[in-house]
């Protein structure tokens, strides 16, 4: 789960031209490990099919533009239909998992000409299961009008409403013939428009809030009005639309303006709990273009939709997110300082600076998220991959770095949570944050792995040739390159010039751009533990070049790759991983076929189409057996009326699939007994197989089984075993960071550990480390070592500066004392390590004999080894302090 919410005043910056010219540098070439052990091509997999194929018929033509929203619903009961929407705002129906479609805007009262479908709104849908809470369904309109600057929006009066998952429809109010019950607009009553889209109560999706631009906004240059009419109701349905509460006439203007809305978590007692961001005085509003991010903006909670005195959560509150129980409030920096101070006083303000406030509670307490850089931020995109652990896994920020080419860079900085959700380490600087897109995933199923793209330092000016791909087995803890394929999909070996190294597309490659641009992103699935399929290329830094993009599978997580087909290819998993169609992507040209593979990429079989089509996405039945597939674009060769190419469906079902001589497609069941095999995830290069403090072994089909998984098959076989803690659990805590390999974690320049609200009065390690978010290892202890000191205690070492005195004296000190005993108790050291005394003495007595030894290994200019295949994060240095 992904969320993003920015500031006004840095929107779209962050693009950056591909073909602007590269800046040059010269880099250190910095490679911690490489396996020896190369990906070999299997050309005479047992997999290879025999089996030809027809050309494949499309299952809808004539779309007009290409479909660029699907929504595949499925409910509890068992009930499927697929909506696709194009375009120009026509919306196709299937009740056949997509083996025909009917038109049905001819079924929507009010549609035809500019009047059309602009988003297909559903119930929530559980996350877990993929099917949706109810049959509610809603298709917003829009009629596309200019105002006064000339921008267009969307002003329809006409939504449609469907309780059955669009069985039947109910129309739009003020039509002739509309039927016993309607859909009215918000619109027709406040004269405005709707701005965002309407949102089901995921409790009770009877209940809908949408808000609404006032008239006057529409009237006339909304950034010149003098006199605050030009703002935001949020209007309140309780009956599905038949009729609307109006919450600022409803608040008797204890409200003058939404900004921000959504359901709270919570409902308490059936009451709709809403949540939201306003302006709660009117000359408040008339001042609000003051700030980028505005000081007279309170976040605030009500249980009876504003009626009485709403509850205000936070003063200077702009912006808020919620997922599950969490809450996310972006608010000013100095919000306190400003409303403390005279009228006077407030013009030296300038609302530049936002902090993050976050709740694990449903919004009932709320704690500052601390981030260790003292750069201003202007907004985060926050990654929650656990539903089983409270707060978020990791936060990305975007700074406001003080010098003018990083900050048009298209960088942030990613962070880790602690256990807390208050306390976030860096993780990795100048990470690839692109349109709002972040180059950053897991992978599916093995907890604690994760790909990022990072751009090279001294390449801020135009990063497009100096990005690079990154890997971390230990939650973010440190970052390893990827050791490419030798050979390429033909088996012939892969030469490339100086540093040789696997580079694969994330989400901002996918998110931003075009069809003619997009590049299929690092892509796993929880049902195929271990499989990892990419686009990249090998090189010194990723291509953005299609010809020389390829497409990658690895099959342990990332720790070896495949190079499974040519050129770019979007992609999709089915049968849990038993199969994978992968199709040409637009970027190179229209396709001709489209391939899947029973081995995991081993080998592939082709299923020609009957004319050409620039493949756009391909999709897979959400939640039924993975064989139906969707494959969606655009006609290479026809075009409609208006000259826009032509949308396209293709349907793929093996489960009926026949091959050229009309035999049925050969694709045995599984057996359980021989076709499955015990997989451990390791990490490379470490012989305990352990991951996050525990070692997994998880059942998976062998790639070389070509069976069919069934359908109610469940990986019944996966155990987990914790481990003892060590170098991978640990990373460093808030203020640290590690600068020079696998060595101890320093202290941040200019960092004051007191001034974090999480951390006064709590312990903080000598070691400058902390246990990692999620390990489950067992002693930690001696991960972290020993000793600590009280944040905020009087003499505590609060500020870096002070604890590098403090910590040098009494190293000196140390030093001195074991420097004069050294040759009396030589030997004693050397057998103390040598023979593992320490398990035959106390735990106190263990632990002063430890730091004795580290002491004289200190001295003597030894270290202690890293853990094999550890890598310290590339994301912590730049090139001169390589």
Request: net charge negative.
């Amino acid at each position: 789960k992904i969320l993003h919410f920015f500031g006004t005043r840095r929107a779209g910056r962050r693009v950056t031209s591909r073909g602007a010219m590269i800046h040059t540098m010269n880099r250190a070439a910095v490679l911690f490990a490489v396996l020896t052990l190369a990906s070999v091509w299997h050309a005479d997999a047992a997999c290879a099919s025999s089996q030809t194929f027809a050309k494949l018929q499309p299952s809808q033509t004539g779309l007009g533009t290409d479909p660029y929203e699907v929504e595949w619903i499925t409910t509890q009961s068992g009930k499927t239909k697929l909506f696709v929407l194009t375009e120009k705002g026509k919306v196709y129906a299937s009740n056949t998992n997509g083996a025909s479609f009917v038109l049905v805007n001819p079924q929507l009262k009010g549609t035809g000409g500019d009047m059309d479908v602009a988003r297909v709104l559903t119930s929530r849908t559980d996350s877990a299961t993929g099917h949706v809470q109810s049959e509610h369904l809603i298709l917003q309109g829009c009629q596309l009008e200019a105002d006064a600057s000339g921008y267009q929006r969307c002003t329809s009066k006409y939504h449609w409403a469907s309780r059955d998952l669009g069985d039947t429809w109910i129309q739009p109010c003020g039509l002739e013939d509309t039927g016993a019950e309607c859909f009215k607009s918000p619109s027709t009553i406040a004269g405005g428009h709707i701005e965002g889209s309407f949102h089901m109560n995921p409790h009770n999706p009877e209940q809908v809030l949408v808000r609404v631009t006032r008239k006057s906004c529409d009237d006339r240059d909304f950034v010149t009005s003098a006199d605050g009419s030009c703002g935001h109701d949020l209007f309140y349905s309780p009956d599905f639309g038949k009729s609307w509460v109006n919450l600022v006439d409803n608040s008797q203007h204890r409200v003058v303006s939404f900004l921000d809305f959504n359901w709270a978590p919570d409902q308490v007692d059936g009451k709709p709990g809403i949540m939201a961001t306003v302006y709660e005085d009117l000359e408040h509003l008339k001042q609000r273009a003051g700030y980028n991010w505005d000081y007279n903006v309170h976040f605030v909670y009500s249980t009876d939709l504003f009626a009485s005195a709403h509850q205000t959560l936070m003063r200077c509150g702009n912006v808020f997110q919620t997922l599950g129980k969490d809450v996310y409030v972006a608010k000013n920096a100095d919000c306190e300082a400003f409303h403390g101070a005279s009228e006077d006083e407030r013009d030296g303000f300038v609302g530049g600076q936002v902090e993050l406030q976050l709740s694990i509670d449903g919004g009932k307490n709320f704690a500052r998220a601390c981030f260790p850089v003292s750069v201003a931020d202007n907004g985060y995109t926050i990654f929650d991959y656990r539903d089983d652990v409270s707060g978020p896994d990791f936060i990305v920020v975007d700074h406001d770095e003080e010098d003018e080419v990083a900050r048009a860079a298209p960088i942030g900085n990613i962070y880790s949570s602690d256990k807390s959700g208050q306390l976030y380490s860096l993780s990795m600087r100048r990470a690839l944050y692109l349109g709002g897109a972040v180059d950053f995933t897991n992978v599916e199923g093995i907890p604690g792995i994760y790909f990022a793209n990072q751009v090279a330092s001294g390449a801020l000016g135009d990063p497009a040739e100096f990005i690079q791909t990154r890997i971390s087995y230990n939650n973010g803890g440190a970052w390893q390159p990827l050791v490419p394929p030798s050979v390429d999909a033909t088996g012939k070996p892969i030469v490339c010039a100086g540093v040789c190294q696997l580079h694969l597309h994330g989400a901002s490659s996918w998110d931003v751009g075009t069809w003619e641009t997009r590049l299929g992103s690092v892509y796993s699935q929880r049902n195929a533990p271990g499989v990892v399929i990419a686009t990249g290329n090998v090189a010194n830094a990723l291509s953005f070049d299609p010809r020389v993009v390829n497409t990658y599978l690895s099959r342990d997580s990332g720790a070896s790759w495949d190079e499974i087909l040519q050129g770019p290819h979007i992609y999709e998993f089915g049968n849990k991983g038993g199969l994978i169609v992968a199709a040409k992507m637009s970027s190179l040209g229209p396709a001709n076929k489209i391939q899947f593979s029973k081995d995991e990429g081993e080998t592939w079989t082709d299923l020609p189409l009957a004319r050409e089509m620039n493949v756009h996405n391909i999709r897979v039945d959400p939640v039924g057996d993975g064989l139906v597939f969707l494959v969606h674009g655009t006609d290479s060769v026809e075009v409609s009326g208006d000259g826009d190419p032509d949308g396209v469906v293709y349907t793929i079902d093996f489960a009926s699939l026949k091959d050229s001589n009309n035999a049925p497609f050969t694709f045995p069941k599984c057996d359980t007994a021989g076709d499955y095999e015990i997989w451990n995830p390791t990490v490379p290069g470490d012989s305990d197989g352990c991951i996050l403090g525990k070692k997994y072994t998880m059942e998976r089909r062998k790639r070389d089984s070509c069976c069919l998984n069934d359908n109610d098959y469940e990986r019944t076989k996966t155990t987990e075993t914790n481990c003892a803690c060590g170098a991978y659990d640990v990373e460093c805590q808030y203020g640290a960071e590690r600068q020079v390999e696998f060595g101890e974690c320093d202290r941040m320049p200019n960092i004051e550990l007191d001034k974090c609200p999480a951390l006064v009065g709590q312990q903080y390690p000598n070691s400058n480390k902390r246990m990692i978010a999620g390990t489950s290892c067992v002693g930690d202890r001696d991960a972290l070592g020993v000793g600590s000191f009280t944040v905020g205690a009087p003499g505590a070492k609060n500020k870096k500066d002070d604890g590098e005195k403090n910590a040098m004296s009494a190293a000196t000190r140390a030093f001195l004392v074991i420097l004069s005993l050294f040759a009396a108790v030589a030997a004693f050291i050397w057998a103390y390590g040598k023979f593992n005394l320490g398990q035959y003495m106390p735990e106190q007595v263990r632990h002063v004999m430890d730091q004795i030894r580290d002491r004289v290994d200190e001295a003597l200019g030894r270290r202690n080894p890293a853990p094999a295949g550890y890598f310290e994060p590339l994301g912590d240095f730049d090139n001169e302090e390589l």
